[in-house]
C-alpha cells in the first residue's frame, strides 16, 4: 500500500506520527544489538519526515519514510502496547503503584521477613523489596546484632549512600549533638536529609540494643496524608506542592541545602515525594498577603501526620533492622531515660537500586518459570 502521510492510521484508535514511528525504530541500523541503545540522535532525523510505503501483514507493519528511503518493521503487539492512547506509563515512585495506609490497616501485620533469608533466599527478598515499593517499609528481624550489619542490609539490595555522616551514622545519645536524633528527646515525625539534592530515598535503622524507659518507634504513610489532604482541602494541597520551601542543615564542616515543596507531585500531578521536617526548614519567603494561607495548608498537613489515626507505634528489639522509603514514610519515635542504654546504626541507599534489584528478580523468574513450562 502506498501512503503519502505524516500519520500511519491502523484504525480509528490506532494512530501513529511518521516521527514518532521513525524514533522508535529496532532495526541494527537504528540500535545497538547488545545494549538496546539508540544509535542516533533526534537531530539525526529530517525535520519533514512522512510515511511514503506501508506493508501489512497478520502480525506486523513495515513502514517506509521518506526523505531517504528508511524502512521499520512493527509487529502489531508492538503497537497496540504502546498505543498513544494509553494509560500514562506507570513509575513506581508515585501514588499509583502504592497502598496508602493508616496505622490501623497494618495493626497486627506489618510487613516483616527475616535474615539471612532476606539476603540468602531470592523469593524472600523480593518479597521484602515489594512491600517496600507497596506499603513503603519492611521490618528484617534477626539481624546479628553487631557493629556495621546494618550496611549488610543495604547491600543486599543495593548501595549504601554516603553522606556527611560516613556509610553509616549512630543513633544514640551524645553530649553536644548535633542533630536532635542524637539525644533521647522525642521526634516528631519527619523525612530525613531534606535538606540535600537528591535526598537519600531509602533509610535503614539497625537496632543494636534498645534497654531504655521509651524510645518506641513511629511511622506515618505521608502519601496517605497527602491524598487525604487533597480530597478534603484541595486549596490547601495546592498551597503546599506550589510553595517552595528551604530545608538546611550546617555544623563545623557541613552547610547544606534545598528548596523543594513540602508534598512534591509529578508532571500530571500524582503524589511522589514528601520533604517534612521543622527541624530543618528554613523561613519562608513568600508576599505577605500569601504566607497566612501557607502556613493554615502547613499546620493542616502537619495535623494530619501526627494524629493518632495515622502513626504505626511499634518497638523496635535488637536485631531488627526497619527499611523505608524515605520519600514517602515519615518516621518518628517517643523521649526515653537519657540514661537508658538505647543504640541503633543507621545508613542510607536508594530507591532506584531497590526497584533494579526487585525488577531483575522478577524477570528471572520469569525466565525460570518459562524455561520450566
Known amino acids: 500500500m502506498n501512503a503519502s502521510s505524516s500519520v500511519l492510521e491502523l484504525a480509528a484508535d490506532r494512530r501513529y506520527p511518521a516521527v514518532w514511528l521513525r524514533d522508535n525504530c529496532s532495526c541494527a541500523d537504528c540500535v545497538d544489538p547488545g545494549s538496546g541503545q539508540k544509535l542516533y540522535g533526534i537531530t539525526d532525523l529530517p525535520p519533514d519526515i512522512r510515511i511514503c510505503r506501508v506493508e501489512q501483514t497478520d502480525d506486523a ?21 504502546h498505543r498513544l492512547d494509553g494509560p500514562v506509563p506507570a513509575d513506581d515512585r508515585t501514588e499509583d503503584a502504592k497502598q496508602l495506609w493508616q496505622a490501623a490497616d497494618l495493626a497486627g501485620s506489618m510487613p ?8 540468602d533466599d531470592p523469593e524472600q527478598l523480593a518479597a521484602g523489596l515489594e512491600a517496600l515499593r507497596h506499603l513503603g517499609f519492611v521490618l528484617v528481624r534477626g539481624v546479628p546484632t553487631t557493629d556495621r550489619a546494618v550496611l549488610s542490609v543495604a547491600e543486599s539490595f543495593g548501595h549504601v549512600r554516603r553522606t556527611n555522616y560516613g556509610e553509616l551514622f549512630e543513633v544514640r545519645v551524645e553530649d553536644q549533638p548535633t542533630n536532635l536524633a542524637f539525644s533521647s528527646l522525642p521526634i516528631t515525625p519527619h523525612t530525613d536529609n531534606p535538606y540535600r539534592d537528591p535526598v537519600p530515598t531509602i533509610q535503614l535503622l539497625h537496632c543494636l540494643e534498645n534497654a531504655a524507659e521509651g524510645g518506641d518507634s513511629g511511622l506515618v504513610d505521608g502519601f496517605a496524608a497527602a491524598a487525604r489532604l487533597r480530597t478534603e482541602d484541595s486549596s490547601a494541597f495546592e498551597t503546599l506542592t506550589h510553595t517552595p520551601v528551604t530545608f538546611r542543615y550546617a555544623d563545623a564542616a557541613t552547610d547544606l541545602t534545598a528548596t523543594r515543596p513540602l508534598i512534591g507531585v509529578d508532571p500530571i500531578g500524582r503524589i511522589r515525594e514528601i520533604r517534612f521536617n521543622n527541624r530543618s526548614m528554613q523561613p519562608i519567603v513568600l508576599p505577605a498577603e500569601r504566607i497566612n494561607d501557607f502556613y493554615a495548608a502547613y499546620r493542616r498537613f502537619a495535623g494530619l501526620l501526627y494524629s493518632t489515626e495515622a502513626q504505626l507505634s511499634f518497638r523496635l528489639e535488637p536485631g531488627d533492622c526497619l527499611v523505608f522509603d524515605n520519600t514517602r514514610v515519615l518516621h518518628a519515635r517517643t523521649g526515653f531515660r537519657a540514661n537508658g542504654r538505647r543504640h541503633l546504626q543507621g545508613c542510607y541507599a536508594d530507591l532506584d537500586g531497590a526497584y533494579s534489584k526487585l525488577k531483575a528478580l522478577r524477570r528471572r523468574t520469569r525466565e525460570t518459570n518459562g524455561a520450566v513450562q
Open 112 to 119: 516483616t521477613t527475616a535474615w539471612p533469608a532476606f539476603q
Open 61 to 81: 507493519v513495515t513502514v517506509e519514510f521518506a526523505p531517504g528511503g528508511h524502512r521499520s518493521r512493527f509487529t502489531r503487539d508492538w503497537l497496540a502496547a
